[in-house]
């Protein structure tokens, strides 16, 4: 079956400096979302890339999807303590018409004052 | 306001009983999903729904069941044959399968 892997699996950083994680899959995927959980809530959806060579920003996060098709990253400039989460990433491959997410197991940031 | 709502927030079930998880979302999604959310781990599937009066098994449905008989609500139950139900289940939807998913806020069960 399909493998997403991400790191780093946690991060500890002080307010103000940058984050960047990444997922790489053994498939090629058609969609990457990136997604932010807060503790006793659901996931919510950050950036969603759609082609190949995309870079998309929100604020002060950046994701591209990889020219391979097979990677992410997710970059969080000048982190503040709000940043605290876990972060996901999801790929899809869109067969039969109907796209399936794969999720990579979470990056959890912790950010210090 | 549009959203995806999810009850109770917190569930206990004992042994040998069957509980049903709600979720309800009035975004006009056609499609629906219920994920089991582990620590340390990724979401994983355990049925999903293109439509109403459809749904098909995800990758652990065993001990799951499902139905859709209205579009706005995909209830889950957990049934007895589910042996480690303990953990977060989170629902999402999706204009169709193509789109992105958002999610509810969960609901954690927990055996007593």
């Known amino acids: 079956g399909q493998q997403l892997n991400q790191s780093p699996q946690s991060m500890f950083i002080q307010e103000g400096e940058d984050v960047s994680m990444n997922c790489t899959s053994s498939s090629i995927f058609n969609t990457w979302l990136w997604y932010k959980q807060e503790p006793g809530e659901g996931p919510v959806l950050l950036i969603a890339?759609?082609?190949?060579?995309e870079l998309t920003s929100n604020g002060r996060l950046t994701a591209q999807f990889g020219i391979t098709r097979k990677d992410s990253f997710l970059n969080i400039s000048a982190s503040i303590p709000s940043d605290v989460g876990i972060y996901f990433c999801?790929?899809?491959?869109?067969?039969?018409?109907?796209?399936?997410?794969?999720f990579g197991a979470g990056t959890q940031v912790v950010v210090t004052p | 306001d549009g959203g995806i709502t999810q009850s109770p927030k917190y569930l206990f079930r004992k042994e040998g009983q069957n509980v049903t998880l709600s979720c309800e979302q009035n975004?006009?999604?056609?499609?629906m999903y219920w994920y089991r959310q582990d620590p340390g781990q990724g979401l994983r599937l355990i049925y999903y729904?293109?439509?109403?009066?459809?749904?098909q098994k995800g990758d652990i449905a065993e001990g799951y069941s499902v139905s859709r008989e209205k579009k706005e609500s995909f209830p889950l139950t957990v049934t007895s044959a589910q042996k480690n139900p303990t953990a977060f289940y989170l629902c999402?939807?999706?204009?169709?399968?193509?789109?992105?998913?958002?999610f509810g806020d969960g609901t954690r069960l927990s055996i007593l």
């Open positions: 890339l759609y082609k190949a060579g």
């Open positions: 729904s293109q439509i109403v009066n459809d749904f």
């Open positions: 999402a939807s999706a204009d169709n399968g193509n789109q992105p998913q958002h």
């Open positions: 999801a790929g899809s491959i869109v067969t039969d018409s109907w796209g399936k997410l794969q």
């Open positions: 975004l006009n999604h056609d499609a």
